[in-house]
């Protein structure tokens, strides 16, 4: 499973300036202001997501635990009709859940 994390907000990216040099050369023209140099981008992750990236990765080298031939048998049978979906079992599972989380 991959997540992209998108701020959702555009980056404000510094306007290009004409200086080809961000210095004065000597005996230049000493009445025009020089260019300040465009600051890079940078990123700083928080611990936070520094440990969901760990876990991306090591969840991204591990195999996948699916059992591919059930998936298969289920496919083919959703394909031709023949799964049959049991309520009971469902709302049995549910009511399950529901209690292990205290509810």
Known sequence: ????????????????????????????????????????????????AEGLQALERQLGAAPAGIDVARVNALRSAIADGSYRVDAQEIATRMLDLERQLGG
Do not use: W
């Open 1 to 48: 499973m991959t997540n992209k994390i998108d701020g959702g907000l555009p980056v404000a990216r510094a306007p290009a300036t004409h200086n080809a040099s961000a210095t004065a050369r000597a005996g230049g023209e000493r009445g025009q202001p020089v260019a300040a140099v465009a600051a890079g981008d940078s990123i700083r992750l928080t611990g936070e």
